[in-house]
């Protein structure tokens, strides 16, 4: 099954997915309101993506800060603590509820990691 019970568990569930490389784990838990990434993006341009999005949230330590309501009642926005070494960086995830009432990780605030928490 893809995505998650709560809009707090996909945060979780990427952030964990990325920590351990597991591409496959990340592409079932990122999506849309449509569902995974996996079942609705071309292979190739999925892969592409994730290579480069699973080194920058990478995570010593993850603490979920908060969980608020989104601008619809099916999108929350879960703000996530990554410690990495000595540095840390506050992300907000906007998760969002697909088919069968799961949770997916729609955005992952790529801006907010990609200085100098993506390896290069």
């Known amino acids: 099954m893809t995505g998650a019970a709560t809009a707090r568990q996909a945060a979780e569930m990427f952030v964990d997915a990325a920590k351990s490389q597991d591409l496959q784990a990340m592409g079932s838990i990122w999506g849309t309101d449509k569902g995974a990434a996996r079942d609705n993006m071309e292979r190739s341009v999925l892969e592409s ?10 995570a010593d330590r993850v603490q979920v800060l908060d969980e608020t309501l989104g601008t619809t009642p099916t999108e929350r926005k879960i703000r996530l603590q990554l410690t990495r070494g000595t540095r840390t960086k506050l992300v907000e995830f906007k998760t969002v509820r697909g088919p069968s009432s799961r949770w997916y990780v729609e955005d992952v605030n790529y801006e907010a990691v990609q200085g100098d928490f993506c390896r290069r």
């Open 49 to 58: 993506r994730l290579i480069i999005l699973q080194p920058c949230y990478v």
